[in-house]
Nanobody, 119 residues
Framework: QVQLVESGGGLVQPGGSLRLSCTAS????????VNWYRQAPGKEREAVVN????????TYADFVKGRFTFSRDNAKNAMYLQMDSLKSEDTAVYFC????????????WGQGTQVTVSS
């Protein structure tokens, strides 16, 4: 059974930093495309960063380029989102996501972690 567990969210002032973690069980993250998404109140879920099958295929949304950094630790079967220079508009629930292809694409989601940027 695939399980993703996020952690690291919280309340931070504008300009501050947070590091989100996503730990997986039931599958090796290194073998699959992985993503971070976010959903702000009243808005649709949007992609923050996508990584394909290789590390050099990482794509960041324009609104986080230069501020957020994705990384993956294969030994810990975990992935991370380092968020710097946070803005109030980054306030959202952040979700990690894994795409697994068998005979079709299957999506697995974590439960989400709340990030609130406020003074």
């Amino acid at each position: 059974q695939v399980q993703l567990v996020e952690s690291g969210g919280g309340l931070v002032q504008p300009g501050g930093s947070l590091r989100l973690s996503c730990t997986a069980s039931g599958l090796p993250l290194r073998n699959h495309p992985v993503n971070w998404y976010r959903q702000a109140p009243g808005k649709e879920r949007e992609a923050v960063v996508n990584m394909g099958y290789t590390d050099d295929s990482t794509t960041y949304a324009d609104f986080v380029k230069g501020r957020f950094t994705f990384s993956r630790d294969n030994a810990k079967n975990a992935m991370y989102l380092q968020m710097d220079s946070l803005k109030s508009e980054d306030t959202a629930v952040y979700f990690c996501n894994v795409n697994v292809f068998t005979t079709k694409w299957n999506n697995y989601w974590g439960q989400g972690t709340q990030v609130t940027v406020s003074s």
